[in-house]
């Protein structure tokens, strides 16, 4: 497939008539995507499974996403297709109740009927002798592993925040709490394939170091595991990943130059020597959902049993159902 691009100079009715119809099937794929995904990707997310699925190419990206960003504001697209930076919500917003009083009453009766389908009296943690939370350095892939993250109950976090401290202070306040229960616990790391990445598990041990005085503890106090699961080579050749020729930083600055001050580190050397100017970007992993998904869970199965999630939601099930019994008879009395 062709991104539409319109001709320069004047457009014929022809010429027009093509670019709405390259327009408009380019817009069904991205809503095709978006219903394969299960859920709205970040722009550059779409063009990673596009580009996966051969339909463009790693020079078209920054066409793609423009294009993406045009037809959400011009409605051809759905504005929320895209994932919403979450940083930049609005708090605060009203909540208006549509409901009449006996409709909203009637809800109201129904929601304590069904009260006890949330009720949960013991953590799934419990019973297990690790506790496990997954960081991942782009907001494509803590979406992507979401499903597999919330049947095991583990809490994931997007290290892009992680500038902020009270994010840090409350995973090693968690990770705090059930060391002294004498769990094993383990954060599970997926990043970038470039240098920082590969040197990442040092890095979130440093900067959780950073916050051990308000936290009250620090990583090592803790023994705390830092695993980086991903994103590694032979998961690139597997997975048939696309390498970027550059190692441009976030801040627009090259790592492969000479000029740049962390250019001498040995992280960066030792990368450079194996790996040379080149990455893969971790959101790359939406080019193959599945696969990626399938990671994520053959990591999270060396550290927990396959049955444990069933056995555990039939001990909450139990629970459950003994609360919904003591509702219906309370509310029969009324």
């Not at 014929?12 to 709205?40: M, Q, W």
């Not at 240098?195 to 308000?214: C, E, R, T």
């Not at 939601?313 to 003994?322: G, L, Q, T, V």
Request: include cysteine; hydrophobic fraction near 35%; glycine fraction near 6%.
């Amino acid at each position: 497939m062709s991104l539409p691009r319109r001709k320069s100079g004047y457009q014929h009715a022809e010429d027009k008539a093509r670019y709405e119809e390259e327009a408009n099937r380019f817009c069904d794929l991205i809503r095709a995507v978006r219903s394969t995904l299960g859920f709205p990707a970040t722009a550059r997310g779409y063009c990673y499974y596009l580009e996966g699925r051969g339909e463009i190419t790693k020079g078209e990206f920054d066409k793609a996403a423009d294009l993406i960003s045009e037809w959400r504001k011009e409605g051809r697209l759905p504005h929320d297709i895209v994932a919403t930076d979450e940083t930049r919500q609005a708090t605060g917003l009203e909540e208006i109740d549509d409901n009449d009083v006996e409709d909203e009453a009637d809800r109201a009766i129904r929601v304590c009927r069904n009260w006890h389908s949330n009720y949960t009296p013991f953590s799934f943690w419990d019973d297990q002798d690790v506790y496990i939370e997954m960081a991942v350095e782009k907001n494509d892939l803590r979406n992507l592993f979401k499903p597999v993250c919330d049947r095991f109950r583990i809490p994931i976090t997007n290290m892009k925040g992680w500038t902020d401290i009270n994010s840090r202070v409350d995973m090693l306040e968690r990770f705090a709490d059930r060391h002294a229960q004498g769990k094993r616990c383990v954060l599970l790391v997926c990043g970038d394939h470039d240098p920082g990445g590969l040197h990442i598990s040092d890095f979130v041990h440093s900067n959780l170091d950073d916050v051990a005085i308000p936290a009250g503890c620090s990583p090592d106090d803790i023994d705390l595991e830092i695993v980086r699961f991903g994103l590694n080579k032979d998961q690139i050749d597997r997975f048939g990943l696309m390498w970027i020729d550059n190692l441009e930083t976030s801040s627009g600055k090259n790592l492969a130059s000479p000029r740049h001050a962390d250019h001498n580190k040995g992280y960066v050397q030792s990368y450079l020597r194996e790996f040379g100017a080149r990455k893969v970007e971790a959101n790359a992993l939406m080019a193959q959902p599945n696969a990626a998904r399938q990671l994520c869970l053959d990591t999270i199965h060396q550290y927990i049993d396959g049955e444990a999630v069933e056995e555990y939601e039939a001990s909450i099930e139990e629970a459950r159902e003994e609360l919904a019994a003591r509702i219906a008879e309370m509310m029969d009395g009324e």
